[in-house]
């Protein structure tokens, strides 16, 4: 199974791609816009593993989003979906965001 994780370079989604990464055997995609939460130096751990991938993209861009989707297919996506994870704005939910960050609609999912 592919899995595409948004999100991936922050606190939460990182520690998902390292456990998904160290104890399973999908590959795994971490989608993420890198701004105020996004940290490339979480995913040190992971970040040379063959089944490790990284794309600099903002999921609130629909076709740099649909192009990622389309050329890895996923089987699961942990995202801003009602049936899925969002960890894309977690940071943001929980307060310790800024407050001018645009990270897009909140999830009533949470």
Do not use: E, W
């Amino acid at each position: 199974m592919k899995i595409i994780v948004t999100g991936g370079a922050g606190f939460i989604g990182s520690a998902l791609v390292g456990h998904l990464v160290a104890h399973t055997d999908h590959p795994v995609l971490v989608v993420d816009k890198l701004t105020y939460a996004g940290n490339l130096a979480s995913l040190a751990s992971v970040q040379s593993h063959p089944r490790y991938h990284f794309s600099h993209t903002d999921i609130c861009d629909r076709r740099g989003a649909t192009a990622v989707g389309r050329a890895r297919a996923p089987q699961a996506l942990y995202t801003g979906s009602r049936r899925a994870i969002t960890f894309a704005r977690l940071s943001r939910q929980s307060g310790i965001a800024p407050t001018s960050a645009s990270v897009g609609p909140r999830s009533s999912t949470l």
